[in-house]
């Protein structure tokens, strides 16, 4: 019995999100465009990022395979009612909130990934309102939940949508509060 287990070891390691152990073979692709949301990235062809999906995108998601929409927006900044638009599409949806009070939550980043790990191997669009929160998430959970390097999970975050200078010192304020 012990031998099968660690003969499974290595592809326990290989599907899990991104760890120390695959660290080199992190890779966010950029996406075409779907429907109107142009700067879409994707983690391994199945974690889709990007910004705030229109109606009818949202609308046409399930025909292009996805199963889950993550919306990390504050319950009030969406303005119209994105949840049952999602389910009516055959889709589950969830809205973890990542800021509160203009900052990364830590319970936030915790309840992401237990969402994002509840829907593994299903296709998900992850989404804010630009795309910088979801990738500041990413960094930090690469961070805080693999013990990634500070500066190359950033990079990453970058090539996933990080493009405000004002979500990344939010990322590095987070960052900072949870080494102490």
């Known amino acids: 019995m012990i031998k099968k287990l660690l003969l499974c070891l290595p592809f326990i390691f290989v599907i899990a999100l991104p760890g120390k152990a695959n660290e080199d073979v992190i890779t966010v692709k950029k996406e075409p465009v779907i429907g109107t949301l142009a700067g879409v990235a994707s983690y391994n062809e199945w974690l889709y990022m990007a910004g705030q999906p229109d109606q009818k995108t949202i609308a046409g998601l399930q025909d292009k395979g996805f199963e889950v929409v993550i919306n990390i927006r504050g319950r009030d900044e969406v303005k119209f009612d994105e949840k049952t638009l999602v389910e009516e599409s055959g889709m589950a949806y969830y809205n973890v909130p990542l800021l509160k009070d203009g900052a990364i939550q830590e319970q936030a980043v915790g309840d992401i990934l237990a969402v994002v790990l ?46 405000k200078a004002s979500t990344e010192r939010m990322l590095r304020d987070y960052l900072a509060k949870i080494a102490r």
């Open 118 to 163: 509840e829907n593994r191997g299903k296709k998900i669009l992850f989404h804010c309102s630009s795309g910088n929160r979801i990738a500041a998430w990413f960094a930090a959970h690469l961070i805080r939940d693999h013990g990634h390097d500070k500066e190359a999970a950033i990079t990453l975050a970058k090539q996933a949508g990080l493009t």
